[in-house]
């Protein structure tokens, strides 16, 4: 099962496009406002193809929740906005939500980051907070990085046809990421490490 963290702009359509290409999803917002909306069947912002893919992912049997769930996979797509004083990335959002999967995720779990971040903030912030909280990654917990590329505007046919980058410690677990995002997007998935996904983006 896929837990996808982080329920708007881009986390939500590619929890709806895995939901409706057979993946068994639930989708996480801490935005009780926001999942209930999504509950009662409508769509949080306008997009071209985004309600009949709302309607393919409900019968894909799609759920919404505030709760993190025990999951094999967990898609963070938290919001990292840039501080243009400080002329960084904000990671806060991506470790706090990670920090809520570590309470729940089982052994073994993959944790995705898809947020953006830049580079090297994998190493420097994300994988140093990991192992504080006590878990060993590589067995505990696996990392991997899969930045999403898109530009908004035409975000439907982008999922299902822009390459992917998909980078993770253990090549393994990034073929894994790899046949997930397989089962929409029809681009070219090239399986790499961590750092050099993160390059990728920019
Ligand atoms: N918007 C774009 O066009 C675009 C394109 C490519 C990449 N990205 C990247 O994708 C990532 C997500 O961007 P977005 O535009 O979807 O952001 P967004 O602000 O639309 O959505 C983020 C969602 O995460 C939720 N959230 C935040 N912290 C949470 C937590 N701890 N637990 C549960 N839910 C939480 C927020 O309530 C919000 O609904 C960012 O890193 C962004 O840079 C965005």
Known sequence: MVNV???G?????TALMMA???????????????????KAGKTTFKEEGLDELFQAALEGGIKFTTEYQVADVYIVSVQTPYDKFTKKVEMKYVT???????KVAPKGAIIVVESTVSPGSINKYVRPYVEQKGFVIGSDIHLVHAPER?????????????????????????EKIKALYATFCGG?????DIKTAEMKYF
């Open 5 to 7: 963290i982080g329920l």
């Open 9 to 13: 702009y881009i986390g939500l359509p």
């Open 20 to 38: 409706s290409h057979g993946v068994e999803v639930v989708g996480t917002n801490h935005s009780q406002g926001k999942v209930n909306m999504l």
């Open 96 to 102: 706090a939500a990670i920090g809520d999967v570590l």
């Open 150 to 174: 898109i530009i908004p505007g035409n975000m439907i046919y982008e999922l299902l046809h822009n390459d992917r980058t998909i980078g993770a410690d253990d090549p393994e677990i990034g």
């Open 188 to 192: 070219n998935i090239v399986v790499t």
